[in-house]
């Protein structure tokens, strides 16, 4: 990157440490590292650390970037493009997929005799019990989890559904 302006001045990243560089000429140099740059390339995006180069330097960006974001280089029309190994996703949109989300729910209790006893406010169905509020917790979420665990493995495709008007 050119460094008439610094880095932090330009895109407010903070010098982490420098670093000894040798170029394909064989010479060698002293540079900066920057970090933390969020890179968007071709709707893929990643976070980095960044090498300050000299003003008028041709920007660079290394295979290990490329990996990560999941681009080729495609020689014959001179541009990167998405991987075609990877159907067109990002690596990283893979994992995020397959990552479990998380999401916040009401847990509303009462003690019954030497119990605690809850549901899950925003999740009808969803009771459970313990002998302690931590213990409830646990189980109100296994108890969510197997709900929803049933819930995927309901064959809903090709029932036979029809709009209904109840009276609330």
Request: aromatic content about 6%; proline content about 6%.
């Amino acid at each position: 990157m050119p460094t008439h302006l610094t880095l932090e001045e330009e895109l407010g990243p903070k010098k982490i440490r420098d670093v000894r560089v040798r170029y394909a000429d064989g010479s060698e140099g002293t540079k900066s590292v920057y970090g933390v740059v969020t890179l968007d390339l071709k709707s893929r995006m990643g976070n980095f650390d960044v090498l300050a180069e000299s003003p008028g330097a041709e920007p660079l960006i290394g295979q290990t970037v490329l990996e990560e974001i999941d681009l080729v280089v495609d020689l014959r029309n001179r541009c990167l493009a998405p991987n075609p190994l990877s159907l067109d996703m990002p690596r990283i949109d893979v994992l995020q997929r397959n990552m479990k989300m998380r999401k916040q729910f009401t847990l509303e209790y009462w003690i019954d005799g030497d119990w605690y006893v809850g549901r899950l406010k925003e999740v009808p169905g969803v009771f459970s019990q313990g002998e302690s509020l931590d213990e409830l917790m646990d189980n109100i979420r296994d108890a969510y989890a197997m709900m929803a665990e049933e819930q995927a493995v309901l064959p809903f495709e090709g029932i036979p559904s029809h709009e209904i008007e109840i009276e609330v």
